[in-house]
């Protein structure tokens, strides 16, 4: 009954998808210098490079021109790399694959950027990133907004923290009117939604192996001085981590 009254007054107060991201982060700013550091492509220099969840392969072609030797980005998902095929014609130097379809041991870094929230299952992912570089080979990933950002949720974030606010049953009723789609739980919608935490992420790099350089959960800009061991997980804007094989 709570849920159906829940759900009853999200399509009241919400008949339409409201809009949440405003696409400012990145204005006039290059995102892979903002989320992976200002040193990225001179680090990229004559090395081979393994975009890992690459979707329609924006940030892949980039690199390719940026003078990586050998660009390859994978995804699970045959539509997407049909079309980063696409934009990518005309540029010797980069190549779209599946995961299993990638050359393992060959890749001196790895990327991951805005794709470990969505992972199936991404312990598994992180294996697979493991063995696609060389001993020695650096992973460099960046995802956010975690589960308990006031946008976690992403699409089911129909206001603040409603994701953790609401059930999961109301939410998905709401999506599945709002959106023309049938999904049943979080893990559904397009693209995945595994409900990873700052804390879970640290978890699987325990228990991976990895070796931690760094892990830097970043705080939502206007809630800095609040971000704190108590308040991170709901105050982490995205996580930044560089992870040595």
């Known amino acids: 009954m709570l849920s159906n009254l829940q759900y009853r007054l999200l399509r009241w107060a919400y008949p ?11 204005r006039n700013r290059n995102k892979l210098t903002v989320l992976l ?3 990225i492509f001179q680090r990229i220099q004559g090395k081979t490079v393994v975009d890992f969840g690459c979707g329609y392969g924006e940030q892949t072609v980039e690199i390719a021109r940026s003078g990586a030797a050998q660009t390859t ?5 045959q539509e997407v790399l049909d079309i980063a095929r696409e934009k990518s014609v005309g540029v010797g130097n980069v190549s779209f694959t599946t995961p299993e379809q990638c050359p393992q041991g060959s890749a001196d870094f790895v990327i991951s950027l805005d794709s470990f929230e969505h ?11 493991s063995d696609l570089l060389k001993p020695g080979g650096t992973l460099l990933a960046s995802f956010g907004p975690p ?20 059930s999961e049953s109301a939410l998905c009723r709401w999506y599945n009117e709002t959106h023309g789609q049938k999904v049943s739980r979080f893990e559904e ?13 640290e978890a699987l790099v325990r228990s991976s192996a990895f070796r931690e350089v760094s892990i830097n959960p970043v705080p939502i800009g206007r809630l800095k001085r609040f971000h704190n061991a108590l308040t991170r997980e709901y105050f982490t804007s995205v996580v930044k981590c560089e992870l040595r094989k």
């Not at 589960?147 to 609401?166: I, N």
């Open 37 to 39: 550091g200002e040193d």
């Open 73 to 77: 980005g994978v995804d699970v998902r």
């Open 147 to 166: 589960w308990k950002h006031p946008w976690g949720g992403h699409s089911f974030s129909v206001f603040l923290w409603s994701h953790l606010l609401l």
């Open 189 to 201: 919608v397009s693209g995945g939604l595994n409900r990873l935490t700052v804390a879970g992420f």
């Open 16 to 26: 339409t998808d409201p809009e949440r991201l405003s696409g400012e982060a990145y």
């Open 119 to 129: 992972f199936d299952g991404p312990g598994k992912e992180l294996k697979q990133m």
